[in-house]
């Protein structure tokens, strides 16, 4: 009987031993390299050293020309070219210390702990502190993962999008609702849902947007043509009733939903990726981000102001109700708070410790919600700039977070293709001294981090990065 798959493996190699050849991982190819192991850099996957490993692709991330290289498998993304002997992560980018990222000669990645002189085929994960919250439910079903998310006011219920090309709704206790919306586009990175909550539209990796009557659970017309790239982030105007789209090639089209043709010229930013758009409140300008300053644009597309202040890519906006503030989450780590009228930079929250993704502003304005690529979701008190609670952990990366129009959940997903549902309340209520992350002001120094452009994109995804 054929053995079941090793999760990891503590042999060392004795002092004197030649490196292990191909004919040993023939044998073992179902175990990850022993701890210590020295590859030669020799590839015995299809191609050799000449090819990359299986579900592995190349792709430029920005307008320079740099490359990278993207595992299939587990959406991760190396600037190194994965060969035996390479270490694919950068010092500080996997969340449990002293680890480490390689790949094995047969092509699969596999991971060093250097704190247990083990290896593993999984990712190193922290362990989850003795009284941490655990979520309200769990919700599974899609197969990769998970890059959206939505409540619906009217029912509760959850919009999820997701890698694997489908899009789903739930109950909040995780109940399907209805059939999966499959689209053909590729994966589904982004989405919008209309004011009226009867309407949804969705962005996909072939650059198109598809428009949806989620009573019906189906498309409406024909899919939107414009973008030559993924789409990345998209928003729903209340006044006047339009649509936004932020894509890779980076540009911003807006869009008429009734007909689905372009309102107005696109936009080329100075982003290179798109990674969010948000319309005012009142409707009379809109505000994107990506690489380079936050951007505010008037309703005819004429640049208004530009603020700067974060070190790294801009992730995720959101306006205040007035309109008079702006929130934004960054790769640079930190949230921040300006003054939308200037840009004068307010607070800033820092607690994370690594990427930002994405960023919720609770309907009362009480509290801003973050999800980071740290496996946490923090929660921040917007009358003291403190941060409340402790961390609500994750499996994995976080790329989605949103709060119910009634406040009392909190729903968020990432890698780990799981949809987590926390209720508020008890969020607020559990402290167990894992955090000690607050906001500071403007004053107060950064901690040091690494700075890295966001290269993390999902395999669907990644064929638009190629030009394909």
Request: charged share 20%.
């Amino acid at each position: 009987m054929p053995h079941e798959e090793a999760e990891s493996s503590t042999m060392s190699m004795r002092r004197g031993e030649a490196p292990l050849h191909s004919s040993i991982y023939r044998m073992s190819a179902k175990d990850p390299p022993p701890y210590g192991a020295q590859h030669r850099q020799d590839a015995l996957w299809e191609g050799g050293n000449e090819a990359l490993p299986p579900m592995w692709r190349q792709f430029k991330t920005s307008s320079d020309g740099d490359t990278a290289y993207q595992d299939d498998m587990l959406t991760m993304v190396s600037w190194n070219r994965p060969l035996p002997g390479v270490r694919l992560d950068y010092p500080g980018e996997l969340v449990v210390p002293g680890c480490e990222w390689h790949i094995s000669p047969l092509g699969r990645s596999y991971f060093v702990n250097h704190n247990t002189r083990t290896t593993s085929w999984k990712k190193p994960k922290p362990e989850r502190p003795a009284g941490s919250l655990m979520p309200e439910c769990i919700i599974e079903g899609h197969t990769q993962c998970v890059w959206s998310l939505a409540y619906l006011g009217t029912s509760g219920n959850i919009m999820s999008t997701s890698g694997d090309n489908s899009i789903r709704q739930w109950k909040g206790d995780g109940e399907p609702v209805g059939k999966p919306l499959n689209s053909d586009g590729g994966g589904i990175g982004s989405m919008a849902v209309s004011p009226d909550e009867t309407m949804m539209i969705c962005g996909s990796a072939d650059g198109r947007l598809r428009l949806w009557n989620i009573e019906e659970g189906s498309m409406i017309g024909d899919p939107w043509e414009g973008h030559n790239a993924a789409v990345r982030c998209l928003d729903w105007s209340h006044n006047p009733l339009e649509i936004a789209s932020g894509s890779e090639d980076g540009t911003i089209r807006r869009w008429n939903p009734n007909t689905g043709r372009r309102t107005a010229p696109p936009i080329e930013t100075s982003h290179e990726w798109v990674w969010a758009v948000k319309y005012s409140p009142q409707g009379d300008k809109f505000m994107s981000g990506g690489s380079g300053p936050i951007c505010i644009w008037s309703k005819d597309g004429k640049l208004l102001i530009e603020i700067k202040g974060h070190e790294n890519w801009v992730s995720s906006l959101s306006w205040s109700k007035d309109g008079t503030h702006i929130f934004s989450g960054s790769y640079d780590n930190t949230i921040r708070k300006w003054r939308a009228i200037d840009g004068q930079e307010l607070v800033v929250f820092r607690g994370h410790t690594q990427s930002v993704r994405s960023i919720c502003l609770a309907p009362n304005e009480s509290y801003i919600v973050s999800a980071s690529e740290d496996y946490s979701i923090r929660i921040w008190d917007l009358k003291t700039n403190q941060a409340v609670g402790d961390p609500l952990l994750h499996d994995d990366q976080l790329l989605a977070v949103v709060m119910s129009r009634d406040e009392k959940y909190i729903a968020s997903a990432g890698l780990d293709q799981k949809i987590y549902v926390w209720r508020l309340e008890a969020a607020l209520e559990n402290v167990v001294g894992a955090d000690d992350g607050n906001a500071k002001l403007k004053e107060r120094p950064a901690q040091p981090r690494v700075v890295r452009p966001p290269i993390v994109s999902n395999p669907t995804f990644s064929h638009v990065s190629l030009g394909l």
